[in-house]
């Protein structure tokens, strides 16, 4: 079975910080993770290729070189070959171009069973990429994947939404977005660590490697503007009550009468 997993370079965002002045992110300094659930997707690659005993794992990503890195993290996991989709010409680019831009390089990738997304990331936490990558190449998908299962060509997918379950069958190929909850991801050995960087090679391949259509790429292929980007800021200043929940009504009631807030 062979399997891409899309993988995206993201801010730690327990850290991301934003310049009040000009409303951008703060990069300088920020340390750059893989996005949590696209270690999910591995992951679940990973088993999903052990349980066939054939065929590869490829992992993709669209980005900066820096995002390399990334895709090292994803080598030192288990998987076989890395891709890096790397071009100043796709700077700009919203979920719409960024799925364009992917859909086009798994073309050119060609073989694939099974395409697996994280379900949303950490920064832009839109959830659109695979959807849409799965519109792009015209394949069946299901998202927020807790369980896959594979027969032959068929696909079993269970997500649970809230008290609802849903369970959908599809045939491969097909595109599936992950939950976080599907498995855990492991722990890299060392000498894993050091095979990926030493033995593993990262390809990158440009706008000129890919067979794009101009308009679709970039600033110019995205219909979404970012009008503006703000901190909240906060007028009012809250209380903390530090009491066993059970004594803290009446705390809180005070609290309320003494700013009538509320009249008995
Ligand atoms: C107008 C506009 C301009 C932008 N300009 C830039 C810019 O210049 N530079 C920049 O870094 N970002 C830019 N962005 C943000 C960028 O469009 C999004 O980060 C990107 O499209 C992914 O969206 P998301 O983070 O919501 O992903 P989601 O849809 O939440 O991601 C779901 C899954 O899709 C896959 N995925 C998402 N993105 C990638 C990727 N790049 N490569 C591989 N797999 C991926 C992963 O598996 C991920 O778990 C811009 C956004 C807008 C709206």
Known sequence: MNIIVTVKQVPDTHEVKI????????REGVPSIINPEDKNAIEEALRLKKSSDDGEVTVLSMGPLQAESTLREALSMGVDRAILVSDRAFAGADTLATSYTLSMAIK???????????SQTIDGETGQVGPQLAEWLDLPQATHAEEINIQGNLVTVKSNFDSVTRVMEMKTPAL??????INKPRYKHMNKVLRAYRDKAVVTWSKEDLKLNPIRIGLNGSPTWVRKTFVHSHSRDGIVVEKPAANCAEDILDFILEKALLKL
Do not use: M
């Open 19 to 26: 310049d009040p002045k000009t409303g951008a992110l703060i």
């Open 176 to 181: 599936i977005t992950v939950s976080n909850r």
């Open 108 to 118: 050119k990738i060609e073989r694939y069973d099974l395409i697996l997304c994280g």
